[in-house]
């Protein structure tokens, strides 16, 4: 056991800063939640491998602080992207109260991550569920309604898993995760898991929340929002199938494909950016589902570099919005000569999520695929020496080159700007924004350092089935392989693609049978409410008038009789139609 102070979970200093930013005035609230993250960066970096604080919790042992090498490295850049984004937020006139808001997600999603057991852990996912929901309600406007559905799927999700959490309870005896370290016991259990944590992490079909909610807020908002709920839905993926599971690799596979299809119909930037969240997270859940070494270290591999590049694309995004005032991709244009620290930014992150050579997408994104081919089924669908799950990945991998081609040639080389003046992004923008691409390109090169933050070793035969080397000529050609088709397909899809307006997700299915199902229920209920209460108002006038004149009682009956005989007579009618008499 470290000392007390070690020993500390980074939640409670990220919460206490939350409350300060926001009673601190803006300039104060946002340094105090800047100089916090960024000594919890570093107390995360520090604290020792098998750190940990036990405890009761609700009359259970609990583990309220576990440190292993899956939690440090989302731990890690959790912390780390929540200081650059108090700071993009300062410079994008976000007031305190939504930065406490934001500190108050942060950690409840350090609270989760840093759990050594399940009900810590639920506690602290239902509260990242909550606090999430303000920070996008605080905004006001579409973003009520949309936070008012993001906060209905996410207590669905949330007590599915907790339904699981508390059958693998009943099952191993024990909410520790070193009870079962095989993940979640029983069939029921599991299935109870993965649809509850596939609503965070975007399963398909569950997934609509992501581009209905993170367009909405303050823009500084978006950044936040699109770091902590899929990723630590990744990470509580592992939790529940630290061995993999079959379904949950090509449920991976198939979010790459269609989270990118998706995302180039996409007009909205935000929207599109969103989408490519579900497309990215795909290749993670896809990690964890294959179940090997080289996978899981793949997949929080790809945790960590996607926060830094999606947070990137997000501030990017949010520079536009804050020069220009405007989402849309068909009425923006030629910003890169307004804008060039802003469009060198975006080239980096979209060449980084798109999985380039020499960016850090590459790095990441290669291993996974490297896994899907070498330590899993072939499944069935192979083409050539490809299989079913490394296809899919491909073809997300083409889909992603395609969707930021458009994004990049519509918002930032078509055509000249038209709106009004613009100027380049305020300088705290452009500083947080090159300080992450600088990572983005860093972490590329220098896929050493990468691998060492990885849960297991990709180099080490000891530790892998198959060992990883980055820059290998297959490698490269495949990764320029895929640009090139990507840059083809833009050329032949461009005019098809410049006439898509907006495009219905599953969400414009559900929420209306939703809403008037609900409605239909509710007045439903109140209508038999009311004619019962008619009836036994009736009655007791009924039997109020034969008190008062025994002569009634006769009519009374009579009445009761002849309503009875009607009723018998069409209840009888009903039920020998139905072939039951």
Known sequence: MASALTALPPVVVVLAAALVTGVAGRRLGHLVGGLTTALVTAWIWLLPEGTHLTGTLFGFDAVFLRVDPFSRVVGLVFAFIATVAVGYSWATDANERQTAYALTYVGSSLGAVFAGDWLTMVVWWELMAVTSTILVWDYGGEAVRAGFRYAVLHGIGGSLVLGAVAWHYVEVGSFLFSAAPGGMVGTIPQLLAAIGIGVNVGFIGLHAWLPDTYPRPHIAASVFLCVYTTKTGVYAMYRAFPEGHLWIAYMGGAMAVFGAAAALLQNDMRRLLSYHIQSQVGYMVAGVGIGSALAQAGAFGHVFNHILYKSLLFMTAGAVVYRTGEENLKYLGGLARKMPVTAAAFTVAALSIAGFPGFNGFVSKGIVISASHYTFVKGPLVVGDVYTLELLLLIGGVGTFLSFIKFGYYAFLHGPWEGDAVTPAPRAQQTA???????????????????????????????????????????????????????????????????????PDVDAGYNPLVFYGTRALVVGVTETYAAVDRVAVGLADRAAAVRADPAALSRFRANIGGSIFILMVVLGGVLAWLGIV
């Open 433 to 503: 924004m090159v300080l992450v691409a600088g990572l983005c390109v860093f972490y590329g090169v220098f896929d050493g350092a990468l691998f060492g933050l990885l849960p297991f070793d990709v180099t080490d035969e000891a530790v892998v089935a198959h060992v990883y080397h980055t820059y290998t000529v297959p490698h490269v050609i495949e990764g320029l392989a895929l640009a090139a088709a990507g840059v083809v397909g833009f050329a032949v899809l461009k005019k098809p693609l410049s006439t898509v307006g907006r495009v």
